[in-house]
């Protein structure tokens, strides 16, 4: 699976967009982009996932390069209730993987009032 | 709909004792996992259940046994716990068996919480 790399921790005022992006330079062409996040002492929960078009649903927008070696994740309108530890993943969609996600260290954002 | 539940929520145990964590979802999900959390760090694989009746090992399944005991639930046994093993573990479930871009939403419980002494 390809590596990712994040910002070990960002800040966001309350009502503002919250930016996290996300490297994944050895991304292949057929793994996916998945962003969750986990607020603290809870289970993680998926946010938004997507391969080469930006997707957007209720959460957040994902955005990602044409190259596909970067993405960012877009909360338009941060509330306190955003501060989580958000996890970037590059996975495979299928076949043997499972859906084995592979959580590394995340990008603590925590957004103030 | 109650999603994925786990119980217990907290739990001490000794060294050597033994115990079973148990995790049910009612979303008719093919696949069900198992991952441990521990302090400053991601999740970690420790056996997953791609359908009824399949189940195989993950990053760290030393010391863990896994049971798919229906579609429904998928339990966690610890047969001699161990210091090492204490940690926040998570059930989560997914709902598909394989492929699709759907594969990797998984849903996830809200955690045990599990002490070795």
Request: hydrophobic share 30%; charged share 15%.
């Amino acid at each position: 699976d390809a590596k990712t790399t994040q910002p070990t921790s960002m800040d966001c005022a309350e009502g503002r967009a919250a930016n996290l992006p996300c490297n994944h330079s050895t991304i292949s062409g057929n793994e996916y982009v998945y962003w969750y996040r986990q607020i603290h002492s809870q289970g993680p929960q998926y946010i938004i996932h997507g391969l080469k078009n930006n997707e957007t649903n209720e959460m957040a927008s994902l955005i990602i390069t044409e190259d596909r070696k970067s993405s960012t994740l877009i909360l338009p309108h941060a509330t306190l209730r955003d501060t989580a530890v958000y996890y970037c993943i590059v996975r495979n969609a299928g076949g043997t993987s499972y859906g084995k996600l592979t959580f590394g260290q995340g990008t603590i954002l925590t957004v103030h009032p | 709909n109650a999603g994925v539940t786990q119980t217990p929520k907290f739990q001490v145990l000794k060294t050597g004792q033994s115990m079973t964590l148990q995790c049910a979802q009612d979303m008719n999900h093919n696949s069900m996992y198992w991952y441990r959390q521990d302090p400053g760090m991601g999740l970690r694989l420790i056996y997953y259940s791609a359908s009824e009746g399949t189940t195989d090992k993950g990053e760290v399944p030393n010391g863990y046994n896994v049971s798919r005991l229906n579609k429904r639930e998928f339990s966690l046994r610890l047969e001699s716990a161990a210091p090492s093993q204490t940690s926040v573990y998570f059930c989560a479930s997914s709902p598909r068996g394989s492929g699709g871009s759907s594969y990797n939403e998984q849903f996830f419980g809200p955690g045990t919480r599990l002490t070795v002494l």
